[in-house]
């Protein structure tokens, strides 16, 4: 016997999209994604978007792999997006942010899933937060092969959304990067930031704030071209993977730490071993205008500067002094400026781990 289903919803049914989820606006979201994520492919993936789940085969090159995973969100940056209506570049720092702390340890990254929440799913912008994924992804070498987009009504005002993402990476096991090396004598290797990345954002709208500035008045210059105070603390967190896995293919690295929520004084221990701290010269390097501005019209200690911001130094590379000259043409010669930034010595009972003077 055939069931019958009548198609003509009874007077006064409800809907999901009455309950402010519109399954339609997700189904052309993803067909948005498909060919971005399709552009970040590589080795590997065996089913990416649109499955339960995204299947990767580690490559064969790997004799011992080790899997490194690492999961971070953009932050409080985000409320600067929501109030310049700028969405395209936020999704690179969420990609930025993970890869980058698993690059510290040697991984090689390889695939990433990102989270994205709303209350009202908006098409064009969640295309463009996830183009900027995607375009991170492009920048890191890894593949975005799956994640969620999750529609949630009530839960956030209009225009809002919240960002997630987790990147996964593998290493050989003999070649992960732990730091535990380390010696006195060795020299510190700084690679600049483009800005304030995504760290410090609360204290950052704070003196924005306080400043009463114009984020669309003219601020500073950047190879050539005039930028904003809305462009300068909307740059894009950099990725620093390609360049890294060539000098690490191509010589021996101690350590390295990327400079995070902490800044400088808090994230380069975290690599050391007990017995030796860094001594950083903060006149090694030209600190961003940026910085100067924060600091001015914030009235911020340079202690705090150095504990809330990378103040222009967005990952740290630890080698032997035998490497130095080596390590630092490889990195301009694959395009990432890098600076001699200090030096490891014997660290005493009660000294700070990290000092910049």
């Not at 953009?74 to 209506?85: H, I, P, S």
């Not at 500035?213 to 993977?241: C, H, N, Q, W």
Request: charged share 20%; with cysteine.
């Amino acid at each position: 016997m055939t069931q019958e289903f009548n198609s003509t919803p009874p007077a006064g049914s409800l809907s999901y999209r009455d309950a402010g989820v519109d399954i339609d606006a997700g189904d052309a979201l993803v067909e948005r994604i498909k060919p971005l994520a399709k552009k970040t492919m590589r080795e590997g993936v065996l089913a990416g978007i649109g499955g339960f789940g995204a299947l990767f085969e580690v490559p064969k090159r790997y004799r011992e792999p080790v899997l490194v995973s690492g999961t971070d969100g953009v932050g409080t940056k985000l409320r600067l997006a929501f109030e310049l209506n700028r969405h395209d570049t936020v999704g690179i720092d969420l990609v930025a942010m993970s890869v980058n702390d698993i690059l510290v340890q040697g991984a090689e990254p390889l695939f990433f899933l990102d989270y994205f929440a709303c209350g009202k799913l908006d098409v064009a912008t969640a295309a463009a937060v996830v183009g900027g994924i995607a375009r991170g992804c492009e920048d890191a070498g890894c593949a975005l092969i799956g994640g969620e987009t999750a529609e949630m009504p009530g839960m956030y005002p209009a225009g809002e959304y919240d960002l997630a993402g987790f990147a996964v990476g593998a290493v050989e096991k003999s070649e992960i990067i732990s730091g535990a090396g380390i010696v006195a004598g060795d020299v510190v290797i700084g690679l600049p930031s483009s800005g304030a990345h995504s760290n410090g954002y609360s204290l950052v709208r704070k003196i924005i704030e306080r400043s009463h500035s114009e984020l669309d008045a003219p601020f500073d210059e950047v190879d050539g071209k005039s930028r904003t105070l809305a462009d300068a603390v909307m740059a894009p967190t950099r990725i620093y993977v390609k360049p890294l896995l060539a000098l690490l293919r191509a010589l021996p690295v101690k350590g390295m730490a990327h400079i995070t929520g902490g800044g400088l004084t808090e994230n380069v221990p975290r690599v050391l071993p007990d017995a030796v701290k860094a001594v950083i010269d903060s006149a090694k390097w030209q600190r961003p205008k940026l910085f100067d501005w924060l600091q001015r019209e914030g009235q911020v200690a340079d202690s705090e500067m150095h504990r809330v911001f990378n103040c222009g130094i967005g990952m740290v590379v630890i080698v032997s002094p035998d490497n130095v000259a080596e390590a630092l043409r490889l990195l301009v010669e694959a395009g990432q400026p890098a600076y001699e930034i200090g030096v490891v010595e014997a660290r005493a009972a009660g000294e700070a781990a990290t000092i910049v003077v």
